[in-house]
């Protein structure tokens, strides 16, 4: 099979358009038509649907567009990997994916500790969602993400090796000038009446969680696209938000982090491939552990190895918001 005509379904995929996907391939539309119907022929399988705003691959085209995007991955690596050993490279860049709070402050800093031991290397930062990110490490795309187990959680893959960093406080964050801004730590109830914002479905699922069991209900009426949008309408007085206690030292000046009485919390992991892990991983996995650990190192103990996450069923099992089992850590990251 012509791998070109994977990746001309890939892309249709990914954008829900055979037009848009012709767009940014340099096709012309009838050209992916063609493209597509031919890769279903030889398949004998339909692999795309037409819907009210576009396409989108039936449950088969789902199946395959999850292989051939890895297969296609594997391709690219393999291309690289050959143009680097001609130009003389020792290793392939590091592809490096972590949540917008993680990327917003402790792994960048953990990238900055790694180049200063190890001297310069080629590497790169994705922000994104933890579903999203374990996805790309299964697809070849990342050699490393830092993840957290917010809702829905995470997979037990075994796939990937998975390391636990710590547990992170949420935090609410206030406009400077609410009442509340300077005090803390505030109890949920003291702000039952307020109007919150949120950017993701696991965040919203931690407050009302919270609020549950303090007996009342958060008023999540506002959603935003993304973690900057929810703190601009914060910083405007439109609402208040529950936010990642490691993202308080990237904040913007006009909001400001307040501590929760018995804060949700949420997990923070290191996920890895367990085949052909990129040479320097490692060493960046100590850099991200050293990192937790500066933060708040009165909370610094022995780390969950893989074979207690394993014991566990994968994720080191958690009662309130904290994890137990034998001889494991609890790194609290506070504002």
Partial sequence: MDLTVWRTFVTVCRLGSLSAAATELSHTQSAVSRQIAGLERQLGVPLME??????????????????ALATLNEADRAVRAARDAGDGASHRPLAVGATPSLAAGIVPEAIRSLLERTGSIRWSLLPGLSAQLHNRVIAGDLD????????????????????????DDMVVVLPVGHPQAGRGPVHIRTLADETWVEDNDGSAALLRRHAA???????????????????ALVATGHAIALIPGVLTCALRTDVTA??????????????TPRRDPHPSA???????????TAVLPAQAADQPTETDADAAGGVPPRDEGRPVGSGGRVLRLRP
């Fill in 50 to 67: 037409r819907h009210a705003r576009g396409v989108r691959p039936t449950p088969a085209g789902e199946v395959f567009r999850s292989h």
């Fill in 144 to 167: 490393l993400a830092v993840v957290t187990d917010a809702p829905p959680g995470l997979p037990d893959d075994p796939r990937v090796e998975r390391r636990f960093l710590g547990l």
């Fill in 213 to 231: 069991r303090a007996g009342v209900s958060a008023r999540i009426d506002l959603a935003a696209a993304d973690l900057l949008g929810k703190l």
């Fill in 258 to 271: 307040v501590a929760l009485a018995d804060p949700p919390t949420r997990g923070i992991y290191s996920i």
């Fill in 282 to 292: 490692a060493p960046l996995l100590e850099q991200l552990a050293a990192a937790f």
